[in-house]
């Protein structure tokens, strides 16, 4: 038997009777094994829990301590996930269950110690999604890093936010500052440097990302950042008006009081299966998400708005890989028959939800503006529907994420890599009415990592263009995992954005590195942001109601 930084390597014999390499590894909770691959050189360890969800009364608030335990805790995939809407058939097969905060790691089979560490956070809007989406075995099979990914409270259980002592909001995003903090006790036992952690994620898990960057209780669990299409001023990524937002939820679980205590009251009180009723009907964009917390004593998350923080730079710069997808808004087509007729009767109401007026009068002259400078006079129909891709790419991916690194440049933050992943192939779907192919939301992620849905590591049907693009996308986010900086012999060398948002690297078939990022679609979103940005505050709490006797 072979002792390594902890790691115990033994055999064992499967159900079947042939033989499965495992690795017995002792963390803070207790001894835990691990078992090597089918497909890849490499052992996982699956559903490992990092920190306990709290139940009851207090199912609202910050993670608690994993309990410990004595036995070896085998770790292997029992699918667990944290309750969520089947919205897109991803939970096939999947254990949803409360206490679902669990992470799995990935380490390459070699004897290297103090690997650097990458995990994942994955996205779904707040709402859906688990650690195990996408798998990273490829590029954990390449050797050069530990790959972790977990779970975290999703919907009104992640994300509920009154502002109260036992509602304060953001129970999702301090599940993740848990497991940073987990990876700091214990990666070192999986061959992991605690000390070289980059943080990554795609759609609302990259707007997580930013987030972190902005939370003081997240400082110095990680030194790199990698973004994939979503930034901390996203308009999906801050509530605005969180206390409305639990109000209307109140209202799909048939709870109409809206005094705010009433409300704490009763989500308090009711089951975690009707807390959960409602998440099937909420729209992704409007509900659920962080927010900006008051003070109770207790850790906060997140302490201002992000727009307060990045103009303040009262935050600490980091090494950043900052980028979308070259198509983002193609995420909104297929509602794209439905939506048409409703944008051509009223389009305010389609408006960024990040978004405030004085009145109705002034809402709809923005309306109308915006209408125009996408539409001209057509009515927005399938002629243009590359006019509604590009609304959309603008309004909740393209513009927030220039915008937040334009305030990371000012403040100071010289060490940010901005990219556009534009690779697409004769396979890639045309949008629909055009011959016009592009790489929709979070594409870049799937060229990272190694299947959507179904977790498939096996590539060897793909197209010797992919897998050229996909080992040369892995070589740079290796790379800035490593050194901070990325490098690949596929691509031009990188060097970091100056003020005028230049270069960028545009990451397609033979990358290359363009100028300026920014564009006259959001120059025109900059000066309505200016005037009309309604920028989150803390939940403002009321007085309860005063009860009168009749």
Not at 65 to 85: L, M, N, R, S, Y
Not at 310 to 326: D, E, T, V
Not at 445 to 469: H, P, R, Y
């Amino acid at each position: 038997m072979l002792f390594c930084v902890g790691v115990l390597f033994v055999v064992v014999t499967s159900t079947v009777g042939e033989p499965t390499e495992s690795r017995l590894v002792r963390i803070d909770s207790g001894p835990i094994r691990g078992y090597k691959d089918a497909s890849e050189d490499i052992f996982v360890y699956y559903g490992i829990p990092y920190a306990k969800a709290p139940s009851g009364s207090d199912k609202f608030k910050a993670p608690l301590p994993t309990p410990h335990w004595i036995e070896p805790f085998d770790a292997v995939d029992k699918g667990i996930i944290c309750p969520q809407p089947d919205i897109f058939d991803l939970i096939h097969n999947k254990t949803m269950q409360e206490d679902c905060l669990i992470a799995n790691v990935y380490v390459p089979n070699v004897e290297n110690t103090n690997l650097p560490v990458i995990v994942y956070v994955h996205g779904g809007g707040f709402i859906m999604g688990y650690g195990d989406l996408v798998t990273p075995k490829k590029i954990v099979s390449n050797k050069e890093v530990i790959v972790v990914n977990f779970n975290y409270r999703l919907g009104a259980h992640g994300f509920l936010c009154l502002g109260t002592k036992d509602i304060p909001g953001n129970a999702g995003m301090k599940d993740q500052v848990a497991l940073l903090r987990w990876i700091q006790n214990n990666i070192a036992n999986f061959g992991g440097n605690p000390n070289d952690v980059t943080i990554a994620g795609y759609s609302a898990g990259s707007a997580s990302v930013d987030l972190l960057m902005m939370s003081k209780i997240a400082q110095g669990l990680f030194k790199n950042a990698i973004l994939e299409s979503g930034a901390n001023l996203s308009p999906f990524s801050v509530q605005s008006d969180p206390v409305q937002n639990a109000k209307v939820y109140a209202k799909l679980l048939k709870f109409e009081d809206e005094d705010v205590h009433s409300l704490e009251d009763f989500y308090k009180s009711i089951s975690y299966e009707q807390l959960q009723s409602g998440s099937d009907l909420i729209r992704t964009d409007l509900l659920m998400a962080p927010c900006v917390e008051r003070d109770h004593g207790d850790e906060i998350f997140l302490e201002d708005s992000p727009f307060n923080i990045l103009n303040s730079g009262k935050f600490l710069p980091l090494p950043m890989l900052y980028g979308y997808a070259n198509m983002e808004g193609s995420v909104r087509v297929p509602v794209f028959e439905h939506w048409k007729d409703k944008m051509n009767a009223n389009f305010s109401e389609f408006l960024p939800t990040d978004l405030r007026f004085k009145n109705n009068e002034e809402k709809e002259a923005i309306a109308d503006k915006v209408r125009r400078f996408y539409f001209k006079d057509m009515p927005v129909d399938e002629k243009n529907i590359l006019s509604y891709v590009d609304y959309w790419s603008d309004t909740y991916f393209d513009c927030p994420t220039l915008r937040s690194a334009s305030l990371q440049l000012k403040a100071g933050n010289n060490k940010i890599y901005l990219y556009v992943y534009s690779f697409v192939e004769d396979s890639t779907p045309v949008v629909p009415y055009t011959e016009v192919r592009g790489a929709g939301h979070c594409f870049q992620t799937v060229a990272i990592l190694d299947g959507l849905k179904f977790n498939v590591s096996d590539e060897s049907e793909i197209s010797e263009d992919l897998k050229e693009m996909k080992g040369i996308i892995r070589d740079l986010w290796t790379s800035f995992a490593k050194y901070s900086q990325p490098e690949s012999p596929g691509a031009p060398k990188w060097p970091p954005a100056g003020n005028d948002m230049s270069p960028y690297m545009e990451l397609k078939k033979n990358p290359q590195l363009g100028q300026s990022l920014l564009n006259k679609r959001c120059d025109f979103w900059e000066e309505i942001y200016k005037n009309h940005y309604n920028i989150p505050i803390p939940p403002h709490i009321l007085p309860p109601k005063i009860k009168t006797e009749l």
